[in-house]
């Protein structure tokens, strides 16, 4: 089975490991040790689905008026047909708009549960979901 990436940034795999020694992207120790990398996918390009904003309301805070603006989705740009052995790691807003034009989506991944380390700073994901 293939898997591509196709987001805009690497997917890190890891997986919980009491012994292991996760090492990041810069290949430095981590600060997580209950992790150990499994696979890194780098990006291979990007599908998205095509958005734009306009003004939907105002509200006003403290005496500031602030515009509420609403994003407009439009179609799936960048994703491959479905093909045999193939699987698509894609956002969540573009695996639901190509659910929307009616594409199979049983080959598109999402990233799953992340994991951080005690500062906030994701260091993978431990599974995929899909919709």
């Given amino acids: 089975m293939r898997i591509i990436n196709l987001t805009p940034h690497a997917i890190v795999l890891v997986a919980e490991d009491?012994?292991?020694?996760?090492?990041?992207?810069?290949?430095e120790p981590?600060?997580?040790?209950r992790f150990r990398l499994v696979a890194k996918l780098p990006s291979e390009g990007?599908?998205?689905?095509?958005?734009?904003?306009?003004?939907?309301?105002?509200?006003?805070?403290?005496?500031?008026?602030?515009?509420?603006?609403k994003t407009i989705f439009g179609r799936v740009e960048h994703l491959p047909d479905p093909m045999d052995d193939t699987l698509y790691v894609v956002s969540l807003a573009t695996a639901n708009a190509a659910k929307i034009?009616?594409?199979?989506?049983?080959?598109?991944?999402?990233?799953?549960?992340?994991?951080?380390?005690?500062?906030?700073?994701?260091?993978?994901?431990?599974?995929?979901?899909?919709?």
Avoid: W, Y
Wanted: charged letters at 20%; aromatic letters at 4%.
């Fill in 30 to 33: 981590s600060l997580c040790k």
């Fill in 18 to 27: 009491e012994n292991g020694d996760f090492r990041g992207l810069t290949g």
């Fill in 101 to 131: 034009e009616g594409r199979p989506s049983d080959d598109l991944l999402i990233p799953g549960n992340v994991v951080r380390n005690p500062l906030g700073e994701v260091i993978g994901i431990t599974s995929f979901g899909q919709i």
């Fill in 46 to 69: 990007v599908a998205r689905v095509a958005t734009r904003t306009e003004p939907h309301s105002r509200i006003e805070m403290s005496g500031v008026p602030f515009i509420i603006m």
